[in-house]
């Protein structure tokens, strides 16, 4: 079945360093792939949407990659600071056909 | 501003009590889902919605039904509630091949 990894449950970083979550995908080949910042209790956020055909996204301190080779997306938050201290979680559909979410990576920035 | 709202965002119910979930969003958003989150095993769709009365079911539909009679409501039920559907629901609405965006979540405790 369809599958999504996130290698890492939990990073730390130094606040001012580039930060950079991994998200794997296995058994099909979505159309695109989502990023969302999800805060203890509250519901996930959408940040970025990468598609099948671009290499690269990119939104003020945050940039998104797809490699349809590798089956894999990284997400990067460069000069991260404190309050990017957050879960963050990949996503995919298909065009609707499936929905699937990563288990989440932890991301704490140290000051 | 987009707003996906939910009930409750806590609920302490008992054992075999009847639960109902409701999600209203107010974008005219014809697709809407409900997922529940445990630690884990992150994100899990029980059941979504293409349009009014219309409902299909996800990877964990077991011990839940869905109504949606109107287009802003979206309505998860717990028929027969048991402990290990103690969990944080969380409902989204989209259009289309679009983002989704998330309400706040209710998280139940069933005892």
């Known amino acids: 079945s369809q599958k999504i990894e996130q290698n890492s449950e939990a990073l730390n970083i130094q606040e001012g360093k580039t930060a950079t979550l991994t998200c794997n995908y296995t058994?099909?080949?979505?159309?695109?792939l989502q990023w969302y910042r999800q805060d203890p209790g509250r519901g996930p956020v959408f940040l970025l949407l990468i598609r099948e055909n671009e290499k690269e996204k990119r939104k003020e301190r945050l940039k998104v990659t797809f490699d349809t080779t590798l089956k894999q997306s990284l997400f990067h938050i460069t000069a991260s600071q404190p309050a990017d201290s957050a879960t963050y979680l990949c996503a995919s559909d298909n065009y609707g056909q499936n929905f699937v979410f990563g288990p989440g990576t932890r991301l704490s920035v140290l000051p | 501003d987009v707003k996906v709202t939910q009930s409750s965002r806590y609920l302490v119910k008992r054992t075999g009590e009847k639960v109902f979930l409701e999600c209203v969003q107010d974008m005219d958003h014809e697709n809407m889902f409900w997922y529940r989150q445990d630690p884990g095993l992150g994100l899990r769709l029980i059941y979504f919605s293409y349009d009014v009365k219309m409902k299909e079911k996800g990877d964990i539909p077991e011990g839940y039904s869905v109504s949606r009679e109107k287009k802003e409501r979206f309505s998860l039920i717990l028929e027969s509630a048991s402990t290990n559907q103690t969990s944080m629901y969380l409902c989204a609405s989209r259009v289309s091949t679009d983002t989704q965006y998330f309400g706040p979540g209710t998280r139940l405790t069933v005892l």
């Open positions: 058994n099909y080949s979505p159309a695109y």
